[in-house]
């Protein structure tokens, strides 16, 4: 089963830049290499890197972890206090995770640069989690990363945080089941927890404006959403009648909300995030 989803490969574009380039007459788009590549890996039943097409660092990852590959070098999860670009696995890495508590994976690079410069949530949070963003809709190199460290014994906990909006819910289907363009890759996160944001943290405040990220639906969003609950994923019967209700409440509302509403509350992001339990 497969989640509604907007092409992933649409954020991928600079991937596939040089093989569209070298020929743009014959492909005419972007769009047309991304699909060709993705239907020769599907056909072979391999993953992208296999082709020799692998994608351009991405997303951003900070934590208590260390990754060594057979090489003998390593990436260490505090090392770079802006975070690390994700590069593309082999396959073949260790991880040590031991400090790990949680793993957290925010949709939005803003958000993840707020948290990771804060010296309190560095500090006291960091130093005991992860933090991962593929800066919206996930690409390869993230998700394969987060198997990577969701497959370890013992496995932490792992959450998202999203906007409250058709797109977060699309996002944080695509992490959860996977996309229909990489389904071979087997790249899911069945045990993914939705933190925030949702309707009942939005319902609780009464002072909430635009300038603190609280908008009116677009007609795109109000066309996603429709379009979203016809899929089997958000049906009457499907497995996610919490995301249904939410996305009905959404469309009933008219109203969307961004990350950075949850700043209103008392002691902000992580005042927030340390009341969602998050970090026991």
């Not at 890197?49 to 990852?61: D, E, F, I, Q, Y």
């Not at 790990?100 to 410069?117: D, S």
């Not at 593929?134 to 014994?153: C, I, V």
Request: glycine share 8%.
């Amino acid at each position: 089963m497969l989640p509604y989803e907007q092409n992933e490969n649409s954020l991928d574009l600079r991937a596939f830049r040089d093989i569209y380039y070298r020929d743009p007459n014959l492909f005419s788009k972007q769009s047309v290499v991304d699909r060709f590549v993705d239907d020769l890996a599907c056909t072979f039943d391999v993953p992208r890197s296999l082709l020799n097409v692998t994608a351009t660092a991405k997303g951003l990852v900070a934590g208590a972890f260390t990754i060594t590959r057979p090489d003998g070098t390593s990436m260490n999860g505090l090392g770079e206090r802006d975070g690390t670009l994700i590069s593309r696995l082999h396959g073949d890495e260790t991880v040590d995770m031991a400090q790990v508590r949680w793993i957290l994976i925010v949709e939005k690079e803003a958000t993840i640069n707020c948290l990771i410069t804060n010296a309190h949530f560095y500090d006291n949070y960091l130093t005991q989690g992860i933090i991962i963003t593929a800066k919206g809709y996930p690409d390869l190199s993230t998700r394969s990363l987060l198997s990577l460290l969701t497959t370890q014994t013992p496995s932490p906990p792992l959450s998202i945080l999203v906007d409250y909006d058709p797109d977060g819910l699309s996002i944080l289907s695509t992490y959860k089941y996977g996309s229909t363009s990489t389904s071979h890759e087997n790249l899911t996160l069945p045990s993914i927890r939705w933190l925030g944001v949702n309707s009942s943290y939005i319902g609780k405040q009464d002072s909430l404006h635009q300038s603190q990220g609280l908008l009116r639906l677009s007609g795109r969003d109000r066309r996603l959403a429709a379009r979203m609950l016809e899929k089997q994923l958000f049906g009457e019967d499907g497995p996610e009648q919490e995301w249904r209700v939410e996305v009905q409440r959404m469309l009933m509302l008219n109203v969307k909300a961004e990350i950075q509403v949850l700043e209103a509350g008392p002691g902000g992001l992580v005042g927030w995030m340390k009341g969602s339990g998050l970090f026991d």
